[in-house]
């Protein structure tokens, strides 16, 4: 019989073949996708080896509920709801798990020793590897956040000099230098009310705050600041960050809910040409600015000094690949904190923690610590207790990676929660920052800022007694934990000692619920967030 088309065509004239009808095809078609979908929304709910794990049942049963959370920019809030309801562990997708109670810790992003392996000179420990959708969207393959872990153990071993205690005290010029023009621009502004320009000593926190932290990680980064400080204004490379996050975090989820070909199709329609250049422009500048801070060489006190010094991994990928990380992960977040920090202290009155006010009981400390602005150290700042109280209590309420950062169970499934329960490979495990640091299990009166409840000996406040402090980890755990936390903690705390020694602080009316109506999509989508700044009237 002939199978050429002319062949074909000559028996369906002849009669002898007959072409089914299209509409009863496409009636099957569509028939056995959704018989398809409902066997597979029956076997997510009844067979699925995640079945055993607590959650709403709409949540397993499709990718829907799941894709619903996260772009609603409230995902912190419904997640803390269900962890209230369920438990600690809840099944949030019908591939997803999500802890909030502090061995998850351990059990999301912890190492599990392994012997065999050690004995045949592989690995000695194993880790549930990264959510590899998520973290290949919002960042480079060959990023130091996103590398395999045979490469991110060598990464670690040759960088890690550059963010030691010591290494950060190195860097303490560098970063006073910008301290001192923020300090000094806010001077500026407050100057102004004197000259009589109403409402001039108002100004945007988020933006100060942006300018100084991308400003310093520029520096110790690329080797050159953005220049917002002298500017006044944020740089264009700065104003992509939160825009190129957001897309990510949709195509991410996406993806997760239509799979790969259809959801790239959604992007294309969806993206302008005009976002597509802004990225394509972004990632240039950032490759020029590396090659710029390249070309100095290794010497300065800086991140770049121990790449170049190990140039035989740190190739020009990684380096690429990495550098957008390190600047991104150094600014937004300590900005964040910081924000956060004069928001709570400005709105936090007395009554809530008995007493003076927070922002009185830390003006106190710093005034009394020191005599002149020149006084304020990183060693210095560092030995005030609630200064470091009232920065943990920021990350507690308001903590800047607030969800995603995901991990997949790894190679062979793993056991968490103490043995309860098993996940299959691949399982995505998650904690939300947000809703781990809400939970009443977890902390008492978790919606109210206290930073007694991190003081200690004679200071300790009975009201905070059952806290659990091993579940705030605001800087992540295990092996791929926040490499730059000294230096955070360090900027964060002299920056917040400068501000609060040099001037007063007060709120704008319309701002108290800054951090409580922000939506996140991943990181916070930070509004404006505006202070009256005054000189204070006499130094202590
Ligand atoms: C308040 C400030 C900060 C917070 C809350 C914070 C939080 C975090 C968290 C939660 C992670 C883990 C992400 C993951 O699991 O993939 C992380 C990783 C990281 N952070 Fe931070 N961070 C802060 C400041 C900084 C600073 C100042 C730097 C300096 C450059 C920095 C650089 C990094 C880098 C490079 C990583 C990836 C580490 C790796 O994969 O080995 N962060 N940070």
Not at 269 to 280: C, D, G, I, V
Not at 433 to 459: K, V
Not at 520 to 525: K, V
């Amino acid at each position: 019989m002939s199978t050429s088309p002319e062949g074909l065509l000559g028996l369906v004239k002849a009669g002898q073949l007959t072409i089914p009808p299209l509409l009863p095809l496409l009636r099957l078609a569509i028939i056995t996708l959704i018989f398809g979908y409902l066997a597979r929304i029956i076997y997510n709910i009844f067979l699925h080896p995640l079945r055993v794990v607590p959650g709403p049942w709409w949540h397993a049963a499709t990718g829907l509920a799941r894709y619903r959370m996260y772009m609603s920019g409230d995902a912190h809030k419904i997640l803390r709801d269900m962890h209230i309801k369920y438990g600690d562990i809840v099944r949030v997708g019908p591939n997803e798990v999500s802890f909030s109670a502090a061995h998850g810790w351990s059990d999301v992003f912890g190492q599990k020793r392994i012997p065999a392996a050690e004995s045949q000179g592989g690995h000695a420990y194993i880790e549930n590897p990264k959510e590899h959708l998520f973290y290949s969207t919002i960042t480079r393959r060959d990023s130091l956040i996103a590398m395999p872990q045979a490469d991110h153990i060598i990464a670690r071993k040759t960088i890690n000099s550059a963010f030691s205690n010591k290494a950060v005290a190195e860097q303490e010029p560098l970063v006073q230098r910008h301290v001192d023009k923020l300090i000094r621009l806010l001077h500026d502004a407050a100057k102004s009310k004197d000259a009589e320009i109403k409402d001039s000593n108002i100004v945007d926190m988020v933006q100060y705050t942006n300018w100084v932290f991308f400003d310093i990680t520029g520096d110790l980064g690329f080797g050159e600041p953005f220049g917002s400080l002298v500017d006044g204004a944020e740089h264009a490379w700065v104003a992509v960050i939160p825009k190129a996050v957001k897309s990510a975090v949709t195509v991410v989820n996406l993806q997760r809910l239509l799979g790969s070909t259809l959801a790239h199709f959604a992007i294309w329609l969806k993206m302008t040409q005009e976002a597509r250049n802004r990225l394509t422009w972004h990632r240039a500048m950032s490759d020029e600015k590396v090659n710029r801070r390249r070309a100095l060489g290794p010497g300065r006190p800086d991140f770049m000094t121990p790449m170049l010094e190990n140039d035989g991994f740190w190739n020009t990928q990684r380096l690429h690949g990495s550098l957008t990380t390190f600047i991104t992960a150094g600014s937004e977040t300590s900005a964040t904190t910081t924000s956060a920090a004069m928001l709570y202290l400005t709105t936090t009155p007395a009554t809530v923690v008995g007493g003076q006010s927070p922002l009185e009981k830390l003006t106190a400390e710093v005034r009394s610590a020191f005599k002149s602005d020149a006084e304020i150290n990183f060693a210095g700042v560092k030995s005030l207790p609630y200064l470091g109280a009232v920065l943990d209590e920021a990350l507690r309420m308001h903590p800047p990676a607030v969800w995603g950062f995901g991990r997949e169970a790894k190679a062979g499934g793993s056991v968490v929660a103490n043995g309860k329960f098993f996940l299959p490979e691949a399982t995505i495990l998650t904690i939300c920052h947000w809703a781990m640091f809400r939970n009443p299990r977890n902390f008492a009166l978790p919606d109210t800022f206290a930073p007694e409840r991190w003081l200690t000996g004679a200071d300790a406040d009975p009201r905070f007694r059952n806290d659990k402090h091993d579940a705030f980890q605001p800087f992540s755990y295990g092996p791929r934990n926040c490499i730059g936390r000294y230096l955070a903690l360090a900027e964060m705390r002299t920056i917040l000692a400068r501000i609060v020694f040099n001037f007063d602080l007060a709120i704008q009316p319309g701002n108290e619920r800054w951090a409580a109506d922000q939506k996140a999509y991943a990181f916070w989508e930070k509004p404006p967030l505006m202070m009256a700044v005054t000189e204070r009237a006499e130094k202590a």
